[in-house]
């Protein structure tokens, strides 16, 4: 296998007290594909956060070069200060970071090295390895270089319906629709109604946290992993209600994509009913409740019924695969919307809309031809999480 040419490192460091007890984490990733090919995670001991912060770098400048020499770096980091003073742009006062910084400088020299700072929920997946070594008080460095990536199984088909069994005489392109819904929200950890047209609040501390670690998995897709064998994600759609906005944006600056929203892919409006919780809606509304139940065309109070939700959802949809064919495209939306989505796909009746359970930020794979067939290949996959 030839080396890589062209790398990336991010690294990141943390101190619980600073000074207190410290980690430092960093990624090497090869730029041309996108492939993650050394993890390190180092537990430093009583440190501050900038002394964490220039020991990743150092890590991860030292597994580069050991992958290879003659590489091209791009180094990303959230430490303003460290950029800035690798940059030469900010002056290096306090003592121990002179001989740190000097230690970093006798490593790059040589070297043909680029820095950039970015906002902290891009670097998530080292901050994630520094809090590691924190939480296990150990280092660890796993090595994916060279790993042999499995071939798909054999039924799967690269450009056509998989299954012998599915009708023949397809003629649309293939569009596959990667469906990850929001993160969580207050409304959604306190189990209370969210629709469309009520509360629009932001994704929570745990919901970024989810939405992180989806876009980790979300940039995997095409390049690593399971899903290695599908074609990478080159566009990114979103409902246009906050939370599914914000998880956009994360799973966009995880893979350098812009987003664009599509207002028929917002969540179900539940009307009255919306930030009650669902016995606080069974003792208000107790005939309205039970008529909504199971329901094709009953609606809640000033709510949408699923016949209603389904015809806008369904355009929805379409909009999204004839305006992406031949691409992997992301879609970031709702419990019900994603429900729907799938129900087309499988071709199922109402029942489809209160039988599958969906996470927040699970990952649904569906491929679609036009309106012509469509393949489940995942449902509410979040072992990522």
């Not at 430093?44 to 091209?72: D, F, M, P």
């Not at 299954?163 to 969580?184: K, M």
Request: aromatic share 6%; charged share 20%; hydrophobic share 40%.
């Amino acid at each position: 296998m030839s080396k890589p040419v062209n790398l990336i490192i991010e690294a990141d460091g943390g101190s619980r007290g600073n000074p207190g007890p410290a980690g430092s984490g960093a990624v090497v990733i090869n730029a041309d594909t996108g492939e993650v090919l050394l993890e390190i995670a180092k537990f430093i001991g009583v440190a501050t956060n900038n002394v964490a912060e220039y020991l990743a770098l150092k890590a991860g400048l030292e597994g580069a070069i050991s992958i290879n020499e003659a590489a091209r770096i791009l180094v990303r980091m959230d430490s303003k200060l460290v950029i800035e003073q690798m940059m030469g742009t900010w002056k290096i006062k306090h003592p121990d970071m002179i001989q740190l910084a000097g230690e970093v400088q006798q490593i790059a020299r040589g070297h043909e090295i680029k820095w950039m700072w970015i906002p902290r929920e891009e670097n998530s997946r080292a901050d994630a390895l520094a809090n590691k070594a924190m939480d296990e008080a150990s280092d660890s460095t796993v090595s994916f270089e060279g790993e042999i990536l499995r071939s798909p199984v054999a039924e799967f088909n690269q450009t056509s319906p998989s299954s012998v069994r599915a009708p023949g005489g397809v003629t649309e392109p293939l569009t596959t629709i990667v469906l990850i819904r929001h993160g969580r929200t207050h409304l959604t950890e306190s189990k209370r109604i969210s629709g469309r047209g009520g509360e629009d609040p932001k994704l929570s501390d745990l919901g970024r946290l989810d939405a992180r670690l989806a876009a980790q998995a979300v940039k995997q897709i095409g390049n690593s992993g399971p899903w290695s064998f599908l074609a990478p994600v080159s566009a990114i759609v979103a409902s246009p209600i906050q939370r599914t906005v914000d998880t956009a944006n994360i799973i966009a600056n995880e893979l350098g994509l812009s987003v664009a929203t599509n207002e028929d892919i917002a969540e179900i409006a539940f009307g009255d009913w919306d930030g009650h919780t669902n016995d606080e809606v069974k003792q208000q509304w107790p005939s309205e409740f039970a008529a909504w139940q199971g329901s094709w065309e009953v609606a809640p109070p000033n709510g949408e019924s699923l016949a209603e939700f389904d015809r806008r959802v369904m355009k929805g949809l379409f909009d999204i695969v004839r305006t992406n064919q031949g691409k992997t495209v992301a879609v970031v939306s709702h419990v019900m919307p994603i429900r729907g989505i799938t129900r087309r796909a499988l071709d199922a009746g109402i029942s489809a809309y209160w039988a599958p359970q969906i996470s927040p930020c699970s990952i649904t794979i569906l491929r679609f031809w036009g309106e012509q067939a469509a393949e489940v290949l995942t449902m509410n996959s979040t072992s990522h999480l």
